[in-house]
């Protein structure tokens, strides 16, 4: 089985200045890893995946991660955050057998200041 | 194209009750999950259901059940209800099995249990 953590529950940032939300796995293979967003009363929006290939992966809303395999790693970063870039982001990781076997973590809370 | 729907977004019952959530798949989707996201959780998986049958669920006990009709709409029926059901049930829908076709969510439905 596989595990997420993400180690910040609640993070706040200025408008404008840039963003790394942080999200740590364990298991024991190449796993597939995942980014969510979700904006109040809506569901999840994947912003960017991984499954092999280059470790940066860019995805939709200006945002990258990058996959650290020593750090058992794929934290997300923006590098000039919105206002509209407020919500809440979840890592999630999987393996072979389907997406059903996708472990989430519990989600940071993002708060964008003027 | 409409994404995926569920009703009711938001639903009261009471301890003991039961309680049925609705979800519509994206058009051409066949696979249905449920999930549960409590507060501070994260989500939980549910069930999956796939071409009318169920594949799998997760360890919620046996009162957490559904189906999937021929259209690949599903329901998901909850009874006995306790005060800890209370959560958002999400339901996302893929268009295959691979784990590189996109998992799409519905904005869920806040179920509160008194």
């Known amino acids: 089985a596989q595990s997420v953590t993400q180690p910040d529950i609640h993070i706040t940032v200025s408008e404008g200045a840039s963003l790394e939300l942080r999200c740590n796995y364990s298991y024991g293979a190449t796993p597939y890893l995942f980014w969510y967003v979700q904006s109040p009363g809506q569901g999840l929006q994947l912003l960017l995946k991984?499954?092999?290939?280059?470790?940066l992966v860019q995805g939709i809303k200006g945002f990258e991660a990058e996959f650290k395999r020593s750090q058992s790693s794929f934290n997300l970063r923006k590098p000039s955050v919105h206002w509209s870039d407020a919500a809440e982001y979840f890592c999630a990781v999987g393996r072979p057998g389907g997406y059903q076997k996708v472990t989430f973590g519990t989600g940071t809370k993002l708060q964008v200041i003027p | 194209e409409a994404g995926v729907t569920q009703s009711p977004t938001h639903l009261i019952k009471t301890r003991g009750q039961q309680v049925t959530l609705r979800c519509s798949p994206i058009?051409?989707?066949?696979?249905v999950y449920w999930y549960q996201q409590a507060l501070g959780l994260g989500l939980q998986f549910l069930l999956w259901?796939?071409?009318?049958?169920?594949?799998n669920r997760g360890n919620f006990p046996p009162r957490f059940s559904g189906r999937q009709f021929p259209n690949y709409s599903s329901e998901l029926n909850v009874n006995a209800l306790e005060l800890e059901d209370s959560a958002l049930y999400l339901c996302?829908?893929?268009?295959?099995?691979?784990?590189?076709?996109?998992?799409?969510f519905g904005q869920g439905t806040r179920l509160t249990v008194v």
């Open positions: 991984y499954f092999s290939g280059d470790t």
């Open positions: 259901y796939d071409e009318g049958e169920e594949r």
């Open positions: 058009s051409g989707h066949t696979s």
């Open positions: 996302a829908s893929k268009g295959g099995r691979m784990m590189n076709t996109e998992a799409f």
